[in-house]
């Protein structure tokens, strides 16, 4: 199949109405915290608050939102208010005594738990560059740029954050580079970095490198740091999800660079080996987790679909569709759309629910919690409208 | 319905096929390391071994099996040397050089990760005096009794281990006194220890004062250090299996104790509370964690039905029924033992399934990993046999 304008017209429509009259609506107003700042995210189907702890991540990613709706989207006031009430608990609260960021706040900006990895920093990025951008704060602006330049530190400086293995078996994870590609696109494409490039290469490279492997037609979830696939239980066990937003980051760049061929091959690639062996031919859908040599995963809610994966097989499919013109991708993005806003929309309540057994059946209602919150179904929406935009 | 000599001998035949002619020829002698010492465990449905890795909680626990099979059903020479095997990998390369011991290590003995809880540590001191006990070995017994000191301490002593949390919302979990109680229980049956009985009181009563809530008609998992309810997410998830295992504990020395009345009601209450709670009545079977408001839980996969679980519930019910022959401890036990010999034990190669969808259906088919292995099954089927021999 193939999209033709009026279908593409309609999906626009389609991702903006769902974007603005239905996820955001659910999250927006009510989750701002009018005592201590920040937002409640934690809520049940109907949107009731069942936590009033607060997840570093997602204040990041939130405050990232409402940045760049204001910035894309349209100046409403209460959009940047609500970034910069975001933004303030993060630069208030989260940062431990040694500069790292905490991962786990209770509502009063009382920390509860750090984590062994710098992703707080790397949402925290994107929303003070966000912010910068959209409120034309230069301070902000710079703030962000030292941050991410932290972030490169812990990237890089072996030994700097407390390890969680010891070293018989060293192993690399693709979450680092693939979430620093995107912070610096971000951070590129709102403020100006002159070190993204440079870096965005570094580490598309290693992905390609390291993490893809053709012969397999695989994209490992952990390496050893030479790039080798571990056969262990854990490092054989890989997540196509991640892999499918890693793919359509290196699709975007893709675009970014005008089409560059080099980056289109590797990024459809990454998204055709992961469409193969994460689509679940039975019951549809997107496994969480599979085993490379199809042995059993050691993660007994491996064969769950989650909601994110879903977010991110949209915009892949999209993206390589619009970059391709390959059919096979319109026909992919059909059938990821279709399962995702049949299965995971609550069409009652609004917004997604978050978790279905394999048979596509509600294993938990809540909307959301300390890993769940306002970013890859509103981030999906947004950006396949904006991308659509471009092309009808 | 009660259970006649007749049905009580049946079982108990059943239970003592079960363990020796399926569940144990399953694991050995083919998982014995003759390499480098220790178990091989980790298998498929087949029995083919798919991870070389060794997991330090479960070389204490088939160490312990072995060595009490010798004890109590037949002094095989191969049942000791195999239990032998395991206790001198633990001893040769599962400790660190601070004493503490690792979790996770390579097939050679090499350390993979250390977690922060000392668990390692509990179920390598059953290993060692049931070992003690088998051969006579008053050494091997001196060093259980050392490493079980060392567990005392490092549950008695705050800031010993590395916490995972700030000081912001202090909790305690339920695990830490339920398993000393019942090492504890083992090295007393073993090898005698006097701190036993004056430990098991205290831990008993924790138990009892902090995490038993009458009026909830709840067992929590984790409690304020003073046992108070805390309301979020994290806090007010409760795992019925946990404590169902806890139950039995505390009815074991009910027992002990000549049919004790205060902990008689104790274990009969922590049973009942969590099989209202804890059994599906939809689908049977008991979900893995629940919400003490019934809210909903973080984690997604909580209505999954894991093996462990059905052993623990097999176990307390038919305990309960022999010590108060109240008719509804038959039924129960009849209902858990039905629902979980038809939906986890592999009729065609042997031993148990870990993992069920809610509905039942099989989520994974590994009989072996870094969490699963020879333990919760064949002690249920071992204590069980044991237990009915007495009463037929």
Known sequence: MSYDKHRLRELAGFYKSQLLNDTLPFWFPRSLDTEHGG???????????????????????????LATLYDQVEAREEWLE?????IDFLRK???????????????????????????????AVLALAAY????????MAEEARRLFGKCIQYATTPGMLPPKFTDTRPTKGIGVPM????????????IGDPRGDIWIDRWIEEIARDFVKDDLRCVMEQVSPEGQVLDHIDTRTFTPGHAIEGAWFILHEAAYRGGDKDLLRLGCNM??????????????????FRDVYHRPVQEYWQDMKFWWPHNEAII????AYTLTGDEKYARWHDQVHTYAYDHFHDKQHGEWFGYLRRDGTLAQTAKGNLFKG??????????CWQLLKKHV
Chains 1, 2 share one sequence.
């Open 374 to 383: 306002p970013f890859h179904l509103p981030r999906q929406e947004l950006y």
């Open 271 to 288: 998204l055709d080996y992961m469409w193969e062996r994460g689509w679940d031919n039975e019951y549809g859908g997107i496994y969480y």
């Open 132 to 139: 910068a951008k959209a409120a034309g704060d230069a301070e």
């Open 179 to 190: 979430i620093l590609i995107n912070t610096a696109q971000q951070l590129r494409e709102t």
């Open 316 to 319: 892949a499919t999209l993206l």
């Open 93 to 123: 609260y989260c940062f431990d005594t040694d500069g790292r960021m905490f991962f786990h706040m209770a509502r009063n900006g009382s920390p509860i738990r750090k984590r062994r990895y710098f992703f707080s920093e790397t949402f």
């Open 39 to 65: 937002y409640l995210l934690m809520r049940d189907r109907e949107g009731r608050l069942i936590d009033d702890d607060k997840a570093v991540w997602i204040h990041g990613r939130f405050a990232w939102l």
């Open 82 to 86: 609500g970034a910069k009430s975001g």
